[in-house]
């Protein structure tokens, strides 16, 4: 009897195996907490919120995070049958690191593989890389909830859904709206860090998929997507189903809050909890700079009674190691300790400033008679140093008095130092958004002359010198004010340090927010044409006093400079944006010129920008700027190709250069929109 109860049990328990494989076809996670190891999660995916959300990336950049459903799941009854239907619904969400600049998006994926690990990140959503991209092989199948508008991928907008297949050309994609029950078309703005519940739908007997959106918790009954398509060709027997995110340069929190899937019926609904939105940044910041500074003032102690203790042996040990290499370099090799001297032994009082490359220090050669900047860089692995070096010392052969002159060199151990020509007034940045600590003004002249000098300088690089040299890193705290106040641009060349000091592999993308060209963070693709988008930037802010992005202009939003003059520029009322304080003091002409000019090359596409060369000919006057200027940002000219019924907004406005102010004009749509500044 006990053995027929214990072979009964046995049976029992191999029935129940049999049938929770027979029925993997369905789940339901309304929170993740128990999901246990059913939910795989790689890259930068974690469990988040007490372990009840899953977190795919934070807003680190360049990450990658996949959630997927650990056992795969059987689309076809044979590996040459057709796919069945199935129903899936998510509740996901975006918080992004800057309001209205998302970065990447995320999406749903069935994968014959639960590991991507080839994949990208940034435009390429952790899915694929630029290798197998578009191949029939990789059976894909996505659906993507973008929030980048991508170039490279003809992206419609930055707020879109998509299906993928094998490939992030989307075949189907539509802004992201839902239909309410009125009937009414209402957007979903995915960036504003909403949850949004989200249906996908496979009908296998009218092969048609389905995406539906909405940020209520009952599904609207008119799909945003229907698309027809076979999926039996893309899914193979077997799939994994799950999620993938992505950042890059500008980055999201993605989130997935709750997943239900089911081949036997329509998946349920779930619950729709707020997303966890960031702790107040402000309290974390004190937070952060309490705990720094007690644990500098904690180390600085170690440190200084470690030093105290080394001192002696040091003094005796000191001498400096010359490798052969060093010998052979181009410009004054200076000797540590000369350099030590000058600076003082780079006491902090004689600290002009730190940049992203290192600390710059005051310093004076020769008894005081020349007088110079030190910049000290901690190039933490010798790798690369000698061919770091090299470069520098042919860049140290550099001359334009527009350029920060570099002096020498000198080195010990990690330690890189160069030496450049002091310049008295410091760095633009102070006097365009600092003024109480400059306490002086620029007039307008002299920030003319600074933006012809700076356009100059960069000119020479890109094209005076045997080799092309790109700044990478053109911004306002890098120009620099000699005592005529003229505009020196420094720190040229130095970004390829970040390149010797980084992985091999990995191409970093180096530069400032809002200073660096979109086409950088798709492509990673340095080229002069990206300085000349930083150097747009600059004559911006030069004549608004104003950042390329404010990040609480008001409460709401920050502040995007290229656009907010854009859309003064067409109101008609671009001479509100000028500089406060220079206002009532400025050459009319000259300040149009220069906003012109500072739009044409903030333009997103490279190919609408002009070359520095082109650049330096307006500010001299040598050549008239185009009378009609193209958007920066594209979009608004796609509008003005698609509208059919012209209306006054969408026109291509051109502007009167004249002193007697502003005209509007409007201009024929087709002709408008094939103008290009580049042609005139
Ligand atoms: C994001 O997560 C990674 C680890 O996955 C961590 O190193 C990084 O500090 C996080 N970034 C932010 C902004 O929280
Ligand atoms: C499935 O199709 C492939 C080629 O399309 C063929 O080689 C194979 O024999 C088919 N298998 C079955 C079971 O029909
Ligand atoms: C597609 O991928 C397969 C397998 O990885 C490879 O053999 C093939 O060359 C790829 N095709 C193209 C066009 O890249
Ligand atoms: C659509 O999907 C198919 C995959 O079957 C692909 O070959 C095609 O290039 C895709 N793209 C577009 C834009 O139709
Ligand atoms: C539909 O409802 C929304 C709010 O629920 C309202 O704003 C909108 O005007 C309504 N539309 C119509 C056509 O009634
Ligand atoms: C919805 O978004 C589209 C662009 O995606 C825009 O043209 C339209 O004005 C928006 N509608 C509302 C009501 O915000
Ligand atoms: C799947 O569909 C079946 C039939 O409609 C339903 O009984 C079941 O509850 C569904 N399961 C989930 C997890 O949605």
Known sequence: MVKILKHLGIFCILMLIAITSAQQTEFLYDDFSKAGNTILLEGSAKLFNHDNIIQLTNTSSRMIGHAFYATPIKFKSSPNGTVSSFSTVFTLGTVPEFKTLGGHGMAFVISPSNN??????????????????????????????????????????????????????????????????????????????????????????????????????????????????????????????????????????????????????????????????????????????????????????????????????????????????????????????????????????????????????????????????????????????????????????????????????????????????????????????????????????????????????????????????????????????DGEFNGRLGDFGLARLHDHGADLGTTRVVGTLGYLAPELSRTGHVTTSSDVFACGALLLEVVCGRRPIEPRFTSEEELVLVDWVWSKWNQGKVMEVIDPKIKGKHDEKEVLMVLKLGLMCSSDEPRYRPSMRQVVRYLDGEMELPEVLRAPNPDDEKRVLKTSEPRIEDYVYSFGTSSSGVSLQSYSTGRGASVSPNTI
């Open 116 to 481: 991507l690990n080839t994949a990208l990140p940034s435009q390429y959503l952790g899915l694929f890389n630029a290798a197998n991209i578009g191949n029939i092989s990789d059976h894909v199948f996505a659906v993507e909830f973008d929030t980048v508008k991508d170039f490279e991928f003809q992206d419609i907008d930055d707020n879109h859904i998509g299906i993928n297949l094998n490939s992030l050309v989307s075949n189907f994609s539509v802004p992201a709206t839902y239909v309410m029950e009125n009937s009414t078309k209402q957007n979903v703005s995915m960036k504003a860090g909403h949850t949004i519940q989200s249906w996908v739908d496979y009908d296998a007997t009218n092969k048609l998929i389905s995406v539906t959106i909405s940020p209520l918790p009952t599904k609207p009954r008119i799909p945003l997507i229907s698309y027809k398509y076979d999926l039996s060709q893309i899914l193979e027997q077997e799939m994994y189903v799950g999620f993938s995110a992505s950042t890059g340069l500008l980055a999201s929190s993605h989130y997935v809050l709750g997943w239900s899937f089911n081949m036997s019926g329509p998946a349920k609904s779930l619950s729709m909890p707020p997303l966890p939105h960031p702790p107040s940044t402000s309290s974390n910041k004190h937070k952060a700079t309490v705990a720094i500074a007690s644990s500098i003032s904690v180390s600085v102690f170690i440190f200084l009674v470690i030093c105290g203790v080394i001192y002696m042996v040091v003094r005796i040990r000191d001498r400096e190691i010359i490798e052969d290499w060093e010998l052979t370099v181009g410009p004054h090799r200076y000797r540590y300790h000369e350099l030590r001297e000058a600076t003082r032994g780079f006491r902090e009082k004689e600290l002009l400033g730190r940049g992203g490359f290192g600390r710059v220090y005051k310093g004076c050669l020769q008894k005081c008679n020349t007088q110079i900047a030190v910049k000290r860089i901690n190039h933490e692995s010798k790798q690369g140093l000698p061919e770091f070096v090299a470069e520098i010392a042919s860049i140290g052969r550099l001359r334009h008095r527009n350029l920060v002159q570099l002096l020498g060199w000198g080195r010990r151990r990690g330690d890189l130092l160069l030496v450049y020509d002091y310049m008295p007034y410091g760095s633009l940045d102070k006097y365009l958004f600092d003024q109480d600590r400059a306490g002086y003004i620029l007039s307008w002249e002299q920030r003319f002359r600074i933006v012809k000098g700076v356009a100059s300088g960069l000119l020479y690089l890109h094209e005076g010198w045997e080799k092309v040299v790109i700044h990478r890193d053109i911004k306002a705290s890098n120009v620099l004010l």
